[in-house]
């Protein structure tokens, strides 16, 4: 059985620099639900700035 390795990772909004911290084991996946498919406050962030005023960093890998 194979173990799935996620990551750690911190969104922040370049123009008011507030910051979201998430996990994922599916990076492409959870950043296409971020834009297009939730109602969270960081989802509700990206629609009203657009997704070129976010920075991404991955903090942690393979945890």
């Known amino acids: 059985m194979s ?3 996620g990551i750690i990772y ?5 123009v008011n620099g507030k910051q979201y911290v998430g996990q ?5 996946r959870r950043f296409k ?4 498919c939730s109602s ?3 989802d509700q962030a990206i629609d009203e ?3 070129g005023n ?4 991955i903090l ?3 945890v």
């Open 3 to 5: 173990e799935q390795t």
């Open 10 to 14: 911190l969104l922040t909004n370049d």
């Open 24 to 28: 994922t084991v599916n990076k492409t």
């Open 33 to 36: 639900r971020h834009r297009y």
């Open 40 to 42: 969270a406050k960081i």
């Open 49 to 51: 700035y657009g997704w």
């Open 54 to 57: 976010f920075s991404v960093e």
């Open 60 to 62: 942690e890998s393979e």
